[in-house]
């Protein structure tokens, strides 16, 4: 089975004696997963920051995420260790797990703390690792820890992000686990949303195991990769935006995003928001088309395209306004327009407007309330709210925006508008 796509408006009735301003909700849903038995080779390559701010219980936990992802995998996938501090070593080189034996244990022991953060310089081991392996081989990932920022060898985020980009498009994705508060997360995850990987945040090193539960359960599960959603208009309709937040491209009329890899039965969403012009015609119009196109993984590794066109009925304005909303897109509406308030105040704060930054997380929590009201899922509006309102005191009683609620502000935002479900 392939990916399924759907699409659906917030009013589907448009009145044709006027334009109209729409949300369009594109939602692919990933067919099961190969059973594990069967599934391609994982290929992973784990970097590991060794900088002397990762002494102690860091490194150990790091250490210990490593020998428990080594005892998840099969011993056909295969693994490497990579670890950085000013200098790259390459701890154990890409093998099948089945035939480390006891060098994976030996070089574990191995690492120490150091002393400064090539975090490129590991990168870029991680990376050389895998590109040996064939194209159609099963995933390839680097993951990437660190708890610091990049201060040795190449140290400029655009590079690093569009390095990323790059490797993705060779077939090896990025995801990083950013520890404690003092890496850049603006960083870690361009890096990751560029690589086709997912970012993630251990404030402690307690949370850092079930971050590699996680990452290794979706990785196990990949059912297609190099997913993307294109967006084209007809000549009379102009795409205003996406209210999600992917690496995306503009393309002839409309627009191309990149989702990474979709695992097995999950959905995800995404939203447009469209101009639809005055049409002076009634019935069934086509506004736009979507194409899905990804690569297969399974059994048969190939490229799919799918195309869904995108329809809206025009009718008179008395059947429009008897017409109701479709409350599903108007929560994702809510739920998306409320992450990016969320992350304007985050800005807001940082610049040293906490009032400003205050208020606005305030009346957007009043909002998620109201639209919770009528929800068919109040809990996600409501935990939402209650997220918001939290941030807003804290700025009330520090008066200033710590470097740890910055990154749970910025984390929380950035997975919102990424909607992935698998419930």
């Known amino acids: 089975m392939d990916l399924g796509a759907s699409v659906r408006f917030d ?111 590991g990168w870029l081991k991680g990376l050389e690792q895998l590109r040996s392996v064939p194209g159609g081989d099963g995933p390839k990932q680097v993951l990437l820890l660190s708890d610091g920022l990049a201060n040795s060898g190449i140290t400029d985020a655009a590079t690093l992000v569009g390095m990323a980009r790059t490797a993705a498009d060779e077939g090896v994705g990025t995801t990083t686990i950013g520890f404690g508060d003092g890496f850049d997360e603006e960083l870690m995850t361009g890096m990751a949303d560029s690589g086709g990987g997912h970012p993630y945040f251990a404030e402690t090193p307690e949370q850092a195991p079930a ?95 799918l195309r869904v066109p995108v329809t809206v009925n025009l009718v008179s304005a008395d059947e429009a306004s008897a017409s109701g909303a479709d409350h599903e897109v108007t929560e994702e509406v809510v739920i998306l327009k409320a992450a990016r308030a969320q992350d304007e105040a985050r800005v807001q704060a940082q610049a040293g407007d906490l009032d400003g930054a205050t208020r606005l997380l305030r009346k957007t929590a009043e909002d998620l309330r109201r639209a919770a009201a009528a929800s068919s899922r109040p809990s996600e509006l409501e935990e939402q709210a209650v997220e918001m309102e939290q941030h807003a005191q804290a700025f009330d009683d520090a008066n200033f925006i710590d470097p740890l609620q910055s990154k749970r ?15």
């Open 211 to 305: 971050i590699f539960e996680q990452e290794y359960e979706g990785l196990a599960s990949i059912v297609a990769q190099n997913v993307s959603v294109e967006l084209r208009p007809t000549s009379e309709v102009k795409v205003l935006g996406v209210l999600n937040d992917h690496p995306q491209v503009a393309v002839a009329g409309g627009v191309q995003l990149q989702l990474g890899d979709a695992y097995g039965e999950e959905r995800r969403r995404i939203v447009f928001e469209l101009f639809v012009p005055r049409l002076d015609r009634l019935g069934a119009e086509v506004v736009a088309e979507v194409v899905v196109r990804f690569v297969r993984v399974g059994a048969e590794v190939a490229a799919h395209e």
């Open 11 to 121: 009013h589907q009735l448009l009145a044709v004696e006027r334009d109209h301003h729409v949300h369009c909700m594109l939602e692919l849903t990933a067919p099961a997963a190969v059973a594990s038995t069967t599934r391609p080779p994982l290929h992973l390559a784990v970097v590991l920051d060794r900088s002397g701010s990762m002494a102690g219980p860091k490194l150990d936990t790091a250490r210990e995420c490593a020998a428990f992802l080594a005892r998840r995998l099969r011993p056909t996938d295969e693994l490497s260790i990579v670890t950085y501090d000013d200098e790259v070593r390459l701890e154990l080189p890409l093998s099948p797990v089945g035939a480390h034996g006891a060098l994976l244990e030996q070089a574990l022991l191995r690492i120490a703390p150091g002393g400064m953060t090539n975090l490129s310089g």
């Open 409 to 423: 502000m910025h984390y929380q935002t950035f997975q919102r508008k990424r909607r992935r479900n698998t419930e």
